[in-house]
């Protein structure tokens, strides 16, 4: 009979609980959603097939949005209001030491991956930002081969990290474009 009353007390809680969390307007961050009928990206990039292009093209079906270049957006007939287009500029990638080794050679780097892009929504205002993404590389002399084959994964895994947070800011950076109208 207790553990009865505890079970409805606690089902009661949780139920209020949920209730005055949904009254007073909260929800989770980059919760909201791109409205149903814009579900196709244009990426276009100065460099036609960009290493960011193609991982960003790559990861947005993961997100339910398709991909396309803007040759084949012309060849296809869309409403207004259904497309959504990224315009890439060339990524940079610097390094910035970080150690030596008593040898003076370096040991060391933080590589600094940003890209500059603007995104498009149809009759909005264009909305341009920057992403940037960081990793510690360390260098060894000894193992020069598996040292590059190591930094083009980490370059790889940079990419795809900047589109996962390029796709996912896209919601908020709608309703911006949307408050800017």
């Given at each position: 009979?207790?553990?009865?009353?505890?079970?409805?007390?606690?089902?009661?809680?949780?139920?209020?609980?949920?209730?005055?969390?949904?009254?007073?307007?909260?929800?989770?961050?980059?919760?909201?959603?791109?409205?149903?009928?814009?579900?196709?990206?244009?990426?276009?990039?100065?460099?036609?097939?960009?290493?960011?292009?193609?991982s960003l093209t790559k990861r947005l079906p993961i997100y339910q949005l398709t991909g396309l270049t803007p040759a084949q957006a012309q060849e296809r007939a869309f409403e207004q209001g259904q497309l959504m287009g990224i315009a890439l500029q060339p990524e940079n990638l610097e390094r910035r030491l970080l150690s030596i080794f008593s040898s003076g050679q370096v040991a060391e780097y933080e590589l600094i991956y940003s890209v500059d892009y603007e995104v498009n929504f149809s009759g909005m205002a264009p909305i341009k930002h920057t992403m940037t993404v960081t990793r510690e590389y360390q260098e060894d002399p000894d193992r020069i081969l598996a040292k590059s084959r190591e930094l083009e994964l980490i370059m790889e895994e940079m990419r795809i990290e900047t589109a996962d947070r390029m796709i996912r800011l896209l919601s908020s950076q709608y309703a911006t474009a949307q408050i800017r109208e």
């Open positions: 009979m207790r553990v009865k009353q505890f079970f409805r007390a606690h089902t009661l809680s949780l139920f209020l609980v949920c209730l005055f969390l949904n009254a007073c307007g909260f929800h989770l961050r980059g919760s909201q959603a791109l409205p149903s009928n814009v579900n196709t990206v244009v990426i276009s990039s100065a460099l036609q097939y960009s290493p960011l292009s193609r």
